[in-house]
C-alpha cells in the first residue's frame, strides 16, 4: 500500500489528529508521519499529552493553548466518535430509546466535536489552504435514511453534519480557501465496528490512506463536504 500524500497543502504543513489512539486515528498519524510534506503531526487523545476529553471543555482549551505553539495549523482530522454510548446498542425501535443514551450520543459524535472546532479552528492558517476532515457516516444522511433504527447514532450524526456545515460557512468568510468535510470511511474494522461486522471490514491504514487522499483532491468552497471514502458525494 502506497502512503498518502497531501499535495494541495504547503510544503512543511503542521497537522493534528483527534481520536489519535482509535483504529483510524492512528492509521491517520502514521500516514502522516510517512508523509515527506508533513512537518509535524500531532496525535490527540485520552491518553495523549496534553490529552483531549470531549466531555470535558476545560481539557480542550488547554490542548488547544498548548497547539498553538507549534501552529499554525494546515490539516486537522477529527477521527472521535461512538457507535455505544457506555455501551449502549445502537436502538432499533423507539421502544429502546432512554433520554442518557441519546444524551451521551449527542455529547460525543456531535457537541464534542463541535468544541473542538471552537477551540482548534482558530489555530488554521489563514490564507492559503486549510483542511479540517471529520469522520461521519452514511446513516447520518436524511436523504439516505430507508431502514430508519439506530436513533441515537443516526440522529447524533446528522447534527454533527449540520454543525460542521454552519462552520464551514462562518469560516468562508475569514477563510475562503478552507475545507471543511463530515467523511464517510466505509466499514472499518475496528473495536467499534467488530460487534456489528466482525473481520468483515476494511483495514484501517487503507481506509485512511483512501480518506486522505479524497480530502487532498477536494476543492475549497463556501459550505461543508459530505463524501465517502470513494470521493463520491454523499446526500446531507
Known sequence: MSHPSMTQLRDGYTAVVF???????????????RDPRCQRVIGLSRQST?????????LLENAAAA?????PLHLVLDATGTLMPDGHAP??????????????????????????????????ATGERVVWGKLSARV??????????????????????????CTAIEWAR?????????????????????????????????AAARLLR???ALPPQPHAHFVDHRGEVVPW
Request: no cysteine; aromatic share 6%.
Open 19 to 33: 481520536g489519535a489512539s482509535g483504529a483510524i486515528g492512528s492509521a491517520f498519524v502514521a500516514h502522516l508521519q
Open 50 to 58: 496534553p490529552r483531549i476529553d470531549l466531555d470535558d471543555e476545560s
Open 67 to 71: 497547539v498553538a505553539a507549534h501552529g
Open 91 to 124: 436502538e432499533k425501535r423507539l421502544d429502546d430509546l432512554t433520554p442518557d443514551a441519546l444524551a451521551r450520543a449527542f455529547a460525543l459524535n456531535a457537541t464534542g466535536p463541535a468544541l473542538l472546532l471552537k477551540h482548534f479552528g482558530p489555530l488554521l
Open 140 to 165: 447520518g444522511s436524511i436523504a439516505d435514511n430507508r431502514k430508519g433504527g439506530w436513533y441515537g447514532y443516526r440522529a447524533s450524526k446528522a447534527a454533527l453534519n449540520m454543525l460542521l456545515q
Open 174 to 206: 475569514r477563510r475562503p480557501l478552507a475545507v471543511v468535510a463530515a467523511l464517510q470511511p466505509g466499514t472499518v474494522r475496528s473495536r467499534l465496528s467488530e460487534p456489528f461486522v466482525g473481520s468483515q471490514a476494511d483495514d484501517p491504514a487503507e
Open 214 to 216: 479524497v480530502l487532498d
